[in-house]
């Protein structure tokens, strides 16, 4: 009913930059918030940002001040601006959308892979 496509994501050198996009299509209706998610081998998935329809943001403590989430509603598309990068970020990166249909509804993209390395 939605799908979420990830792209960006690669090999950076440490201290370099990435930008992660998320494009939503199909029966998208009213996206509520938009997120970012990482997932190491072994390790819970866990929140690196997100953001509201209404643009209030929320990040991990981990990367606050070095990543930055923003949201084009108009394309249905969030982004993650991934600055100063470390090799602790190397994870697959996953895009969530919420879409309230009469309660929420939770929609996640397959991932895209950013590698931290020398």
């Known amino acids: 009913q939605v799908q979420l496509v990830e792209s960006g994501g690669g090999l950076v050198q440490p201290g370099g930059s990435l930008r992660l996009s998320c494009a939503a299509s199909?029966?998208?209706?009213?996206?509520?918030?938009m997120g970012w998610y990482r997932q190491t081998p072994g390790k819970q998935r866990e929140l690196v940002a997100d953001?509201?329809?209404?643009?209030?943001?929320n990040y991990a403590d981990s990367v606050k001040g070095r990543f930055t989430i923003s949201r084009d509603n108009t394309k249905s598309t969030a982004y993650l601006q991934m600055d100063s990068l470390n090799a602790e970020d190397t994870a697959v990166y996953y895009c969530?959308?919420?879409?309230?249909?009469?309660?929420?509804?939770?929609?996640w993209g397959r991932g895209t892979q950013v590698t931290v390395s020398s």
């Open positions: 969530k959308a919420r879409i309230w249909t009469m309660r929420a509804y939770d929609y």
């Open positions: 199909g029966s998208i209706g009213s996206i509520t918030t």
């Open positions: 953001i509201t329809s209404g643009g209030i943001t």
